[in-house]
T-cell receptor, first 117, second 113 residues
């Protein structure tokens, strides 16, 4: 299947700093990518839809200024957690695929574990 | 509104015994349905998918699921559990297209030696 890569897998930062997480589609082009947040023992919560060359579409309740999404190319979307606080600590996962690949299947990155001290 | 329910938050089985993870959906139309598995601190891997073809769907690692429209269910089964099956399982339904999906709350599967 298609491959979606996330980097970094783990990141620890101090409160008040910003952290960037990258999501890459390695063997296909993705005009749309999705960013999810997952709390321990819970399901994935869709944060936003990342659209190549245009603004991201955020789900209700997600702070646009806190979670900056940039989809500058057909293979790369980035999520920047700005002025991170301990409550932003979470597991962040991206996905791509679906109708783009014609399979109906979304492919997920390995996830990025963010810990804010 | 579309929703996905996984009736059991946690299931525990003995190695070598059958696995049943339940999933029910509500939708105004026939959705596409998926089962994904997530091992600790990892992304999601597709086990199988239903897209209005055969109602009995076979997936990887010996898993299968049956789509029952009358019961609005898409339960995941496996005849014999392995230790490596211990993970979190998510039932997922498509929303408007294949791209934006609805996740169930997940079922944690434990396999006892």
């Amino acid at each position: 299947g298609a491959v979606v890569s996330q980097h970094p897998s783990w990141v620890i930062c101090k409160s008040g700093t910003s952290v960037k997480i990258e999501c890459r589609s390695l063997d296909f082009q993705a005009t749309t990518m999705f960013w999810y947040r997952q709390f321990p023992k819970q399901s994935l919560m869709l944060m936003a839809t990342s659209n190549e060359g245009s603004k991201a579409t955020y789900e209700q309740g997600v702070e646009k200024d806190k979670f900056l999404i940039n989809h500058a190319s057909l293979t790369l979307s980035t999520l920047t957690v700005t002025s991170a606080h301990p409550e932003d600590s979470s597991f962040y996962i991206c996905s791509a695929g679906g109708t783009i690949l014609g399979t109906g299947e979304l492919f997920f990155g390995e996830g990025s574990r963010l810990t804010v001290l | 509104a579309q929703s996905v329910t996984q009736l059991d938050s946690h299931v525990s089985v003995s190695e070598g015994t059958p696995v049943l993870l339940r999933c029910n959906y509500s939708s105004s139309y026939s959705p596409s349905l998926f089962w994904y598995v997530q091992h600790p601190n990892k992304g999601l891997q597709l086990l199988l998918k239903y897209t209005s073809a055969a109602t009995l769907v076979k997936g990887i690692n010996g898993f299968e699921a049956e789509f029952k429209k009358s019961e609005t269910s898409f339960h995941l089964t496996k005849p014999s559990a392995h230790m490596s099956d211990a993970a979190e399982y998510f039932c997922v339904a498509s929303k408007t297209s294949y791209d934006k999906v609805i996740f169930g709350p997940g079922t944690s599967l434990s396999v006892i030696p």
